[in-house]
């Protein structure tokens, strides 16, 4: 379902799109590197938003 309503946007939202399902692999890693490190509840946090995020774009929900 997500592929199909992906091509309804428009050309420069699917594009950011593309972009940030390509970061966030590299955005979790070094947010899960900064939570081992220096552990505080924002990092958490952030660490949880970012793995929802990139299951979401896994699956295919986004």
Do not use: N
Not at 12 to 35: G, S, V
Request: contains cysteine.
């Amino acid at each position: 379902m997500s592929r199909l309503y992906r091509y309804r946007l428009p050309p420069w939202c699917r594009r950011w799109l593309y972009i940030i399902e390509k970061a966030m692999l590299p955005l979790m890693i070094f947010q899960l590197l900064r939570t081992l490190i220096f552990p505080t509840t924002l990092d958490v946090f952030l660490l949880g938003i970012f793995i929802g995020i990139f299951i979401a774009f896994h699956l295919e929900w986004i």
